[in-house]
């Protein structure tokens, strides 16, 4: 079994910052992909940040210059550094990481339970 386990959200006024962070645990081989997608009430889930296995970055134009996504693949964990927030960033942020459990396996996609990010205005 995988889990993805994501903490650091909460209340935070505008301009203001939050660090989120995702730590995959359980039976792991590798980790291509991690990913942070959020979705606020009454839309749909949007990707915000993704950075690959040799760790390049990718943001949805909403967030460049304001988050940034690392790694750290000896913990097996992600991060999402959120600067400058508005309250348009108030959401459930959501950790996504496409994970091989065994050598001979494809990889499949994960999702963590979901933290809350509110912007105040």
């Known amino acids: 079994q995988v889990h993805l386990v994501e903490s650091g959200g909460g209340l935070v006024q505008a301009g203001g910052s939050l660090r989120l962070s995702c730590a995959a645990s359980?039976?792991?081989?590798?980790?291509?992909?991690m990913s942070w997608y959020r979705q606020a009430p009454g839309k749909q889930r949007e990707l915000v940040a993704a950075i690959t296995g040799s760790g390049s970055p990718n943001y949805a134009d909403s967030v460049k210059g304001r988050f940034t996504i690392s790694r750290d693949n000896a913990k097996n964990t992600v991060y999402l550094q959120m600067n400058n927030l508005k309250p348009e960033d108030t959401a459930v942020y959501y950790c996504?990481?496409?994970?091989?459990?065994?050598?001979?396996?494809?990889?499949?996609?994960?999702w963590g339970q979901g933290t809350q990010v509110t912007v105040s205005s």
């Open positions: 996504n990481a496409a994970i091989r459990r065994t050598t001979w396996e494809s990889p499949h996609d994960y």
């Open positions: 359980g039976s792991i081989f590798s980790i291509n992909a």
